[in-house]
């Protein structure tokens, strides 16, 4: 499966942006690159995803590089809401030919008022 | 649509002990599946389905089973519980498999074995 490597941990100040980073050298050419957030107690929240092509929503958007080993996700005014672990993962084909998400332990991200 | 609920939110299992985590989806999702989150971790695959009737393992299925018998529905069975399944669960559901589709995950159900 391929891997993708998160800073354990980062900081914010509310109504800043945020720039979370994200390492995936060994991504291969059919991979998604998903982002999902977890606040406390809850489950894991969809954020956003790309393939190549930088991605805006209504929640963030996605930088992806242009060879595609790493990728950001930026919070444009980071909100009290927002303080949670986000979970950079690609998607993975399993040898049944089904997708799945690998979870690593992610970054958590705190908000300072 | 209320998406992708689980019941019970809290248990308390004696070692030995048998139960069923309930997960259902009202979206008509195919695909659906398991996860386990231990303290401080992320999260594990644990079963996945493809649609009813079609179950296969993930990373961590030893000592759970599945099945799918209907496209709403896909309950995990503990058989014969251990401190080590001590864990939140997590079930999720997507409209496909392709890399593009958006997991929906449930709120958990909170284990405990002792």
């Known amino acids: 499966d391929a891997k993708t490597t998160q800073p354990n941990s980062m900081e914010s100040n509310e109504e800043e942006p945020v720039h979370l980073p994200c390492n995936h050298s060994?991504?291969?050419?059919?991979?998604?690159i998903h982002w999902y957030r977890q606040l406390p107690s809850q489950g894991p929240e969809y954020v956003i995803h790309?393939?190549?092509s930088n991605v805006n929503n209504r929640m963030a958007s996605l930088a992806i590089a242009e060879d595609r080993k790493s990728s950001t996700l930026i919070l444009h005014r980071a909100t009290l809401r927002d303080a949670a672990v986000y979970y950079c993962?690609?998607?993975?084909?399993?040898?049944?030919?089904?997708?799945?998400?690998?979870f690593g332990k992610g970054t958590k991200l705190t908000v300072n008022p | 649509n209320a998406g992708v609920t689980q019941t019970p939110k809290f248990q308390v299992l004696k070692t030995g002990q048998s139960m069923t985590l309930q997960c259902a989806q009202d979206m008509n999702h195919e695909y659906m599946s398991w996860y386990r989150q231990d303290p401080g971790m992320g999260l594990r695959l644990i079963h996945y389905?493809?649609?009813?009737?079609?179950?296969d393992q993930g990373e961590v299925p030893n000592g759970y089973n599945v099945s799918r018998s209907t496209t709403e529905d896909f309950p995990l069975r503990l058989l014969s519980a251990a401190p080590s399944q001590t864990s939140v669960y997590f079930c999720a559901s997507s409209p496909g498999l392709a890399g593009w589709y958006t997991q929906y995950f449930g709120p958990g159900t909170r284990l405990t074995v002792l």
């Open positions: 389905s493809v649609g009813a009737g079609i179950t």
């Open positions: 790309g393939l190549t």
């Open positions: 060994t991504i291969s050419g059919t991979d998604y």
């Open positions: 993962i690609l998607s993975s084909r399993t040898q049944g030919g089904s997708e799945k998400l690998v």
